[in-house]
């Protein structure tokens, strides 16, 4: 019997969960379902359903604080120590009457600055967005480097985008997790002037544009460039595994799973 297994946001138009769940799911012989699961706003009705109805899913934008802060309301919960530090939820287990909550976008951002063999040591980053994805980030650069967020919501330990010019001569890497470079905001710019960034050495994008060539129309000469598929498929593994209990080695999997993902693209 296959186990039933999906994925939790709004409006889904696109993503690679379930073609990389389906993989992991042939690769170890585990019989799954994978679903969209899409609820445009979350209720704590909505999630006790979920949970009735499915072991495991993925949350993603724009559900994954709102989650976390629903499910804390239930006594039958677990969480990981990543999602009660950042309160931020993207994998979720319903197995015998209790609920694990875990976050394994830390281990997905681990494994991309692994796979391309980046030091963030003495690096000053620029976070671009604060949402959940950026809550996530800050936790794991803590002590790492000197991190600057920049946000468009005057929040606490944020600067602006206007602020950015002032320190963007400092930066070595710059984090984008904003939904500019994804559908459906592929010809948006961002709202950060690149050229002043004289000592930038990598550009993290946590969309998955295949090209470096949308950003502000510009293409990255002498920067390097990574999109979020490694992130989305590391991260991917870590939920399989707290689903299943199976270990998947990161590199046997990563290029095999990346062709799929290019073909379906």
């Known amino acids: 019997m296959a186990i039933k297994l999906g994925i939790l946001g709004w409006p889904l138009e696109k993503t690679f969960s379930p073609k990389i769940q ?59 120590e990543t999602a009660v530090n950042t309160k931020v939820v993207n994998t979720v287990k319903s197995s015998k009457g209790r609920i694990f909550v875990a976050n394994t976008d830390l281990v997905g951002i681990e494994q991309t600055f692994k796979y391309k063999d980046y030091s963030l040591v003495n690096k000053k980053v620029l976070i671009l967005g604060s949402g959940s994805s950026s809550k996530t980030l800050t936790s794991f650069l803590n002590n790492r480097g000197n991190v600057y967020i920049a946000s468009r919501s005057n929040e606490e330990n944020t600067i602006s985008y206007e602020q950015v010019k002032n320190i963007a001569h400092e930066i070595n890497l710059i984090i984008n997790t904003t939904p ?33 060539n949308w950003v502000n129309g510009i293409t990255l000469n002498k920067v390097e460039y990574v999109d979020g598929l490694i992130m989305l498929i590391g991260q991917a593994i870590e939920s399989f595994k707290i689903w299943t209990d199976k270990n998947i080695n990161f590199d046997e999997v990563y290029e095999k799973i990346l062709n799929e993902v290019i073909n379906e693209n």
């Open 22 to 80: 389906t993989y992991l799911g042939k690769y170890t012989g585990v019989k799954l379902e994978y679903e969209k699961i899409h609820y445009e706003n979350i209720t704590l009705e909505n999630i006790n359903k979920i949970n009735r109805n499915f072991l495991g899913y993925n949350v993603t934008i724009p559900h994954k604080s709102s989650v976390f802060n629903l499910l804390s309301k239930l006594e039958n919960v677990d969480f990981d």
């Open 180 to 212: 500019i470079g994804m559908p459906p905001y592929e010809k948006e710019k961002l709202p950060i002037d690149i050229k002043l960034f004289k000592n930038l050495e990598l550009f993290f994008n946590l969309g998955y544009s295949l090209s470096k």
